[in-house]
């Protein structure tokens, strides 16, 4: 597609059960990128992958968030037993290599209720 | 942590006016960028800058990179209402991994 496409674009759940965020990053980009951005604030790092693999993962926050990206394209975010604090906007980006400038997907806007 | 702040945290002029957002850190960065987002959007990447001192424009927008690649500033000449939204820099530090670290936003409101 001609930019990163993130679904679903809203997603409200009940506390405790399990999300998957979906990323179709722009075709032919090997990086790809997972932020988290609370209301209003900057963003902040959860996972980077080059190709299928993730070379740093050190900003998932706890072990309830895990990430995959298959066929070096499309990744997933999984939240388990969400909690409140977990509510945000969770931005993905995907670059052509590690480093240029990101496309920004226009986010999933998660709510724990 | 690398943290990287910026100032001022919300900013509103009348249309026309001139300003300037700072971006901060004690760490070096290998570079630095700029993005601008609207409400219910991703960031757009304005700008990036890898050169101590460097300085590069963009029409009304003028963005320059510390000599010591530990800050940078965003000056916009005549703002316009279409400026209005959240500034963020990001910056990748000099040894590492390659993911950009972001800062904490200038919120800009340009009235008409």
């Known amino acids: 597609g001609a930019g990163v496409s993130q679904s679903p674009s809203n997603k409200v759940t009940e506390k405790g059960k399990d999300v998957e965020l979906r990323c179709d990053p722009i075709s032919g980009h090997t990086a790809l990128y997972w932020y988290r951005q609370s209301l209003g604030q900057g963003l902040e790092f959860l996972i980077y992958?080059?190709?299928?693999?993730?070379?740093?993962k050190s900003g998932l926050p706890s072990d309830r968030f895990s990430a995959e990206r298959t066929g070096g394209s499309v990744s997933t975010l999984t939240i388990q037993r969400t909690q409140q604090e977990d509510s945000a906007v969770y931005l993905c980006?995907?670059?052509?290599?590690?480093?240029?400038?990101?496309?920004f997907g226009s986010g999933t806007r998660l709510t724990v209720v | 942590t690398q943290l990287l702040e910026q100032s001022p945290q919300f900013l509103s002029i009348q249309e026309g006016e001139n300003l300037t957002v700072y971006c901060n850190s004690s760490s070096v960065f290998s570079s630095l960028q700029w993005y601008r987002q609207e409400p219910g959007e991703g960031p757009v990447l304005l700008v990036t800058?890898?050169?101590?001192?460097e300085v590069k424009k963009l029409k009304r927008l003028t963005f320059q990179f510390g000599d010591a690649r530990k800050d940078s500033s965003l000056h916009i000449t005549a703002a316009q209402p279409g400026d209005t939204g959240l500034y963020l820099c990001a910056g990748r530090v000099a040894s590492g991994t390659y993911k950009y670290i972001f800062g904490t936003g200038t919120r800009l409101k340009v009235l008409a």
């Open positions: 800058v890898v050169t101590g001192g």
């Open positions: 980006a995907s670059s052509l290599a590690s480093n240029y400038g990101y496309t």
């Open positions: 992958f080059q190709g299928n693999s993730a070379p740093d």
